[in-house]
């Protein structure tokens, strides 16, 4: 208890002595104590429904008792006991933040139950004091004292449930990162050391598949933040509760880091059940536009949670705001080999590369719309036009622009499939160019015809 609500309370206790009432009234309340505390369960049960929602069979006894506790604690100090540390709070606080029970919730008890003392401690003043001047001091006295100490209990148990729970926290934080560094690291089933707390957690239940998802902020800088990165892990914790998979989602490395776990099938007689990714795809789809993130493939094993981490390492670096949540099985194969082969690309990109990036920035990207729309019509002129919405000249135009760039014909299929390659390293990063080229136009080739 703070040194403000220690010498608030004994301040409030010594104008309550002065009166000659306060023995009587004492004396009252301790031979009622029982109805008393039958009222205080009342009112809160009746003002706080988190009570009577709550299926913790211990919830409502130690509710009871408590409500007796602070019935003796205020006749110990009505009858001249000295200030303690209020322990029975303490110790009440640490059992509801043990129990996850809402601090709020019992901080509006004492409310509740402020009302039921107060009028207890007044009538009794009022029973004991005479004439009426004694009885109006009686009764200022009395609900200063009632006000003062409802302060004091209820600031010291939100202290104390605060850092409980902050304890708590830590421990749980400490061995979700323990848990979750053992599945990263992929230790097999058979490894006796990681097995016991693997199986511990659920991880190791028969016929389980496995897949790891990574998500992060649009703008990375804000991970660093630990208090935005936790934020986003409880909420993508929240989206995916109802789901019945084991999940262990934490912040690590600067992303939140899930591994979900799911039955694949009943029995092996059974049809596997529905993609675990798949599923998870589905559900993260949910989480806010200011997230990115990947999902690996199913992995049929812990020892194999390390591929899908690299698989959603993969997806997450393929996310974009336009497509926030990327399964690595819905990435096209080119898009993937373009995605791995970034760094050697960079060194064999024909010596026209940047030419035909720049001319394509001043066409305001018309260059590679071309392109693209030639090739999804089967590389028919007229239906690329018409997709553009422009005059099919203008198409063999942008083509010929194409040709005196890199010498490529891109009415030839092994050509365009070259300039779609060099496109696409644009879009994808690998568009730095070497200068060990020093290629014509007319000779450069991205691959032997």
């Known amino acids: 208890m703070s040194d403000y609500h220690a010498n608030s309370l004994s301040d409030a206790l010594r104008r309550a002595a002065g009166g000659p009432f306060l ?13 008393i505390a039958a009222q205080l369960q009342h009112a809160v049960l009746a003002d706080v429904p988190e009570f009577s929602k709550s299926r913790n069979p211990d919830l409502l006894p130690e509710l009871a008792h408590h409500g007796r506790e602070h019935i003796d604690e205020i006749v110990r100090l009505l009858r001249g006991g000295g200030l303690g540390r209020f322990d029975f709070v303490h110790e009440h606080a640490r059992r509801r933040a043990e129990q996850r029970f809402p601090l709020e919730a019992t901080l509006h008890a004492y409310r509740s139950g402020h009302k039921v003392l107060s009028r207890w401690l007044r009538e009794s003043a009022l029973t004991a004091a005479s004439p009426a001047e004694d009885a109006q001091r009686a009764i200022a006295a009395i609900a200063d004292f009632a006000m003062e100490y409802t302060d004091a209990i209820s600031t010291t148990f939100a202290g104390t449930y605060s850092s409980h729970s902050l304890m708590l926290a830590d421990v749980a934080g400490d061995q979700r990162s323990q848990l979750l560094q053992i599945l990263l690291d992929g230790y097999d089933e058979a490894d006796v050391r990681a097995a016991r707390i693997l199986r511990d957690a659920g991880f190791l239940d028969e016929r389980q598949s496995f897949c790891v998802a990574l998500a ?46 799911a039955v694949r099938r009943d029995s092996g007689w059974t049809a596997p059940r529905s993609s675990l990714a798949k599923q998870m795809r589905a559900a993260l789809s949910f989480v806010g536009n200011a997230a990115l993130i990947g999902v690996s493939n199913d992995v049929p094993s812990t ?17 974009n705001v336009s497509q926030r949540v990327v399964q690595l099985s819905e990435i096209p194969l080119q898009r993937l080999l373009l995605h791995f082969a970034a760094e050697d690309f960079r060194r ?22 071309t392109l693209r729309a030639y090739a999804s019509v089967d590389m028919n002129v007229l239906k690329a036009a018409q997709a553009l919405s422009v005059h099919p000249n203008t198409v ?9 760039i890199s010498g490529l014909e891109a ?36 691959g032997s015809r």
Not at 352 to 368: I, M, P, Q, S
Not at 396 to 404: E, G, T
């Open 23 to 35: 023995a009587a009234a004492t004396d009252r309340v301790a031979k009622n104590a029982a109805a």
């Open 411 to 446: 009415r030839s299929f092994n050509a365009l499939t070259d300039l779609l390659i060099v496109c696409d390293c644009n879009r994808h990063g690998a568009s730095g160019i070497s200068d060990a080229g020093g290629q014509s136009p007319s000779s450069s080739r991205l």
């Open 396 to 404: 063999y135009a942008r083509l010929q622009r194409i040709f005196d």
């Open 303 to 319: 020892s194999h949670i390390p591929t899908a981490l690299r698989e959603a390492a993969a997806a997450l670096e393929l996310a």
């Open 348 to 369: 064999v990109l024909p010596a026209w590369t940047n030419e035909f990036y720049d001319a394509d920035h001043k066409a305001r990207g018309a260059l590679v719309a």
């Open 216 to 261: 992060r902020s649009v703008d990375p800088t804000e991970m660093l933040n630990a208090s935005r990165a936790r934020r986003l892990a409880d909420s993508i914790e929240h989206i995916v509760a109802e789901m019945g998979v084991r999940r262990l989602i934490d912040v690590h490395t600067n992303k939140v880091t899930m591994v979900f776990a």
